[in-house]
């Protein structure tokens, strides 16, 4: 074996950090992110599960129901302006707990990225694109958590894939 193949400290998930306490910051830079694909989607399933079950929530704390219910019926033309919302937030949160779980993921997601659609469509996309410091309620938050929803469903639509037994051949 050449001499220079050989690695300083075993290969996993924490050797890189350790390597850059003891002088090997090329290394720490060069197997940046040190930690598995596995474990960054995991962490991208929680984050939206968490963002979408606060923002439900708090249509509860804040007692904005019968607002968004009201700009349901009245700026939009829905009927049953309140009963729409309450099926939006209980859907926000049932599919954020079904993320929380890993269970239905790409349903739970695709259903999300369908309300996310839809919020783009009749509420964001008049306020323009940026939400904070340029603009106010604009459309790049949810564009930002479309994308994450549509990649969840992608990812778990891979792993299932991955998961179905080969179909035998006759």
């Known amino acids: 074996m050449i001499p220079g193949n050989t690695p300083l400290v075993p290969r996993d998930r924490w050797s890189t950090a350790r390597g850059f306490l003891f002088g090997q910051p090329a290394r720490l830079l060069r ?3 040190w930690w598995p694909l596995g474990d960054a989607m995991r ?3 929680y984050v939206t599960a968490l963002l ?9 704390v804040y007692g904005s129901i019968p607002q968004f219910a009201w700009a349901m019926e009245h700026v939009h033309g829905f009927t049953h302006g309140e009963r729409w919302v309450l099926a939006i937030t209980a859907y926000e949160l049932g599919a954020g707990t079904l993320l929380l779980l890993n269970r239905g993921v790409r349903w739970a997601a695709s259903g999300l990225a369908v309300i996310v659609s839809v919020g783009i469509y009749l ?3 008049h306020l323009g694109w940026f939400v904070g410091e340029h603009g106010t309620g604009g459309s790049e938050y949810s564009v930002a958590l479309l994308a994450m929803l549509l990649v969840l469903a992608a ?6 894939r991955q998961r179905r037994p080969a179909a035998s051949s006759p």
Request: proline share 4%.
């Open 31 to 33: 197997d940046y992110p």
């Open 43 to 45: 962490l991208l399933r």
């Open 52 to 60: 979408f079950m606060a923002h439900a929530s708090m249509r509860f």
């Open 123 to 125: 509420i964001h996309r």
């Open 155 to 160: 990812w778990d639509a891979e792993q299932s």
